[in-house]
């Protein structure tokens, strides 16, 4: 069955930056855009960021554009999120997500945390 794992959250200082990994299995990772959403304490979850089957085209919210980078490995069924510049408006728990076979797949999430 699809799964998503997601690692590499934790306590940073503002200014700071982390990466996020988020390993998939469970289905043809190559052939399906991933995204990365997140959900901070008492606010909906947002889409972040998008990122096509080669990675030839990316997409972000306006509120992390020119901040987070999202990639993709298909050799080792991974995407990341690179995330410069950090403050405390991040902090949120970040969730991979796939849609696959009229079906949405999440992440249990890693949680961010930027604070001094």
């Known amino acids: 069955q699809v799964q998503l794992v997601e690692s590499g959250g934790g306590l940073v200082q503002p200014g700071g930056s982390l990466k996020l990994s988020c390993a998939a299995s469970?289905?043809?990772?190559?052939?399906?855009?991933m995204s990365w959403y997140r959900q901070a304490p008492g606010k909906e979850r947002e889409l972040v960021a998008t990122i096509t089957t080669a990675g030839a085209s990316t997409n972000y919210a306006d509120s992390v554009k020119g901040r987070f980078t999202i990639s993709r490995d298909n050799a080792k069924n991974t995407v990341y999120l690179q995330m410069y510049s950090l403050n405390p408006e991040d902090t949120a728990v970040y969730y991979c997500?796939?849609?696959?076979?009229?079906?949405?797949?999440w992440g249990k999430g890693t949680l961010v945390t930027v604070s001094s």
């Open positions: 997500y796939v849609f696959r076979a009229q079906l949405g797949y």
């Open positions: 469970g289905f043809t990772f190559s052939r399906y855009p």
